[in-house]
């Protein structure tokens, strides 16, 4: 079991987002967050939309930020990787396979898979894509709890067979 460090929003694309007091679940993701929507940018065709039924909410470790620190010197901290939620004792989420449940109260989500580090990220440091592969969080979708809020020292629950 671990607990809730951050929960993270944006209005514009890219990193980072910022660390807010508590984020409400919307039926896309954290409300006021600009990837809450219902259609979103194909990665495999980037021209074209497609429903937004997989990436809500997206979930990195606090574990990868002090690692990714150490081992590049970098200063990542909550939001810097784009996720709206940051977690402390889950490690780095890198064994958690699709499918898995994850529990904040009455929030649950469905991981769908892992996440995969964007080019984006070079703009902390050159090596970070590559040392961060596979440890780059989790891409969940919204099963129930719409309406919920959530806020940092929540717990947090993840689950699989």
């Given at each position: 079991?671990g607990?809730i460090?951050?929960?993270c929003?944006?209005?514009?694309?890219?990193?980072?987002?910022y660390?807010?007091?508590?984020?409400?679940?919307?039926?896309?993701?954290f409300a006021?967050?600009?990837h809450c929507?219902?259609?979103r940018?194909?990665?495999?065709f980037?021209?074209?939309p497609?429903p937004?039924?997989?990436?809500?909410?997206?979930?990195v470790?606090?574990?990868v930020?002090?690692?990714m620190?150490?081992?590049?010197?970098t200063r990542?901290?909550a939001?810097?990787?784009?996720e709206?939620?940051?977690?402390?004792?889950?490690?780095?989420l890198?064994d958690?396979?699709?499918g898995?449940?994850?529990?904040v109260?009455?929030?649950?989500?469905?991981?769908v898979?892992?996440?995969?580090?964007c080019?984006?990220?070079?703009?902390?440091?050159?090596?970070?894509v590559?040392?961060?592969y596979?440890?780059?969080?989790l891409?969940c979708?919204?099963?129930s709890g719409v309406?919920?809020?959530?806020e940092p020292?929540?717990?947090i629950?993840?689950s699989w067979?």
């Open positions: 079991n607990r460090v951050a929960v929003t944006s209005q514009v694309e890219g990193v980072p987002k660390p807010r007091n508590n984020a409400i679940v919307a039926e896309y993701g006021g967050d600009y929507k219902p259609v940018r194909s990665f495999s980037p021209f074209l497609k937004n039924t997989d990436r809500h909410i997206t979930i470790g606090q574990e930020l002090e690692e620190n150490q081992k590049l010197g990542l901290e939001g810097s990787l784009a709206n939620i940051l977690t402390e004792g889950l490690g780095d890198s958690v396979p699709g898995a449940t994850i529990r109260f009455n929030v649950e989500l469905k991981v898979k892992q996440n995969q580090p080019t984006n990220l070079v703009r902390y440091h050159l090596r970070l590559k040392e961060i596979g440890k780059r969080g891409l979708a919204i099963v309406g919920s809020m959530m020292d929540d717990p629950v993840i067979k």
